[in-house]
């Protein structure tokens, strides 16, 4: 079974860190691109971060960069938002996902659609000011 689990959100001050972890199982996270997105209240979804399966590039949205940096652990089978000064607008509920594609495809879906081949449940982050 394909599932995807996120955890490590959380409360953190403006300027504050959290490193968000996204669990695989049924696949390994390096056969396929895995993305994070973000939606918060009121505010159109965001797609965050990719890594690509194919060489390990990243690609971050322009309001992260430099701030945010995706990785991922093969042997842990898991991806990783490590998410340095904080500020609140990055408040939001963020997913990892995947569509067992191509960073290309999956960048282009979070506009679209919440709809993946495998998605996660979903973690809160609170930026306070």
């Known amino acids: 079974q394909v599932q995807l689990v996120e955890s490590g959100g959380g409360l953190v001050h403006a300027g504050g860190s959290l490193r968000l972890s996204c669990a695989a199982s049924?696949?390994?996270?390096?056969?396929?691109?895995i993305g994070w997105f973000r939606q918060a209240p009121g505010k159109k979804r965001e797609g965050v971060s990719c890594?690509?399966?194919?060489?390990?590039?990243?690609y971050y949205t322009d309001s992260v960069k430099g701030r945010f940096t995706t990785s991922r652990d093969n042997a842990k089978n898991t991806v990783y938002l490590q998410m340095n000064s904080l500020k609140p607008e990055d408040t939001a509920v963020y997913y990892c996902?995947?569509?067992?594609?191509?960073?290309?495809?999956?960048?282009?879906?979070?506009?679209?659609?919440?709809?993946?081949?495998?998605r996660g449940q979903g973690t809160q982050v609170t930026v306070s000011s």
């Open positions: 996902a995947t569509d067992f594609g191509n960073c290309a495809r999956l960048l282009s879906k979070f506009q679209t659609t919440t709809y993946f081949a495998s």
């Open positions: 890594i690509s399966n194919s060489d390990g590039r990243t």
């Open positions: 049924g696949f390994t996270v390096d056969y396929y691109a």
